[in-house]
């Protein structure tokens, strides 16, 4: 007899299992099946929740997006710092759960990258998204308020800033293509630059000197490409 438990509950548990699966087996390798033996329901419990397995995927890049955010929120809410300092923990916040998290995000990134998933991508950025924009939305506002930002509209501004991550996606399928190939460096080196370019694009946009916003810390981009090379030898 199965337990009847609280749908949040039970949705949870769901995301619980997908997410160990794909982060262990990688998102390919699991299937819907395996999900719903490790969590111990019956295939229509499980289609209750979910539709399909993108609608998992794109539920646990939620998640992982709320968590950081969580986590960086009493930065966000300190007195004591400017916008421009929140909007730096807002991107430091986010590189933090990326270096800790890159073998494990490597297995979502090398299935949501790849051209013939562009449907799949755009669904995770819509879904992630929808998490960031209020909290991106507020410091900007803060930040044009303190005469720091030039973003009469934060609302808009936000989901501009956040669309630059769009041009990520190619060149994120590209890196990740070298690097099983053995071009780490060269790998390395072509994502480096272009996560440093959504950095100057965001300073220009707000009207911020070069160098001001950073996307991407040191390591994270290594430790993405480099475990995904030791991944597949």
């Known amino acids: 007899m199965r337990v009847k438990k609280h749908p949040d509950i039970r949705s949870g ?3 619980d299992c997908a997410q160990r699966l794909f982060f262990a087996h990688g998102y390919d390798n ?4 395996d999900i719903i033996r490790e969590a111990g ?4 419990a499980f289609y ?14 939620a998640r992982l997006a709320r968590g950081s955010l969580e986590e960086i929120r009493p930065l966000l809410n300190d007195p004591t710092l400017n916008a421009v300092e929140k909007l730096n923990s807002l991107f430091a916040g986010s590189r933090r759960l990326k270096v800790e998290l890159a073998p494990q995000l490597r297995t979502m990134f ?9 449907v799949l991508f755009h669904r995770v950025d819509q879904a992630v998204t929808r998490i960031v924009v209020p909290l991106l939305a507020d410091v900007l ?23 630059f991550r769009l041009s990520l996606s190619s060149m994120m399928h590209e890196a990740l293509r070298k690097s099983r190939e053995g071009n780490i460096e060269q790998a390395v080196k072509m994502l480096d630059d272009r996560l440093k370019l959504y950095g100057t694009a965001i300073d ?18 290594r430790a993405l490409l480099d475990d995904h090379k030791k991944g597949s030898e």
């Open 48 to 61: 209750h929740y979910f539709s399909s397995k993108e609608a998992l995927l794109e539920a646990i890049a």
């Open 204 to 221: 220009r946009v707000l009207k911020l000197p070069d160098g001001t916003i950073e996307v991407a810390e040191t390591g994270f981009v």
């Open 110 to 118: 090398d299935v949501i990258f790849r051209p013939e998933n562009i």
């Open 141 to 163: 506002r803060e930040g044009t308020e303190e005469g720091l930002f030039d973003a009469p509209d934060p609302e808009a501004f936000a989901e501009m800033l956040l669309l």
């Open 41 to 44: 329901v019956s295939k229509g």
């Open 13 to 15: 548990e769901l995301l």
């Open 30 to 33: 699991t299937t819907i099946n």
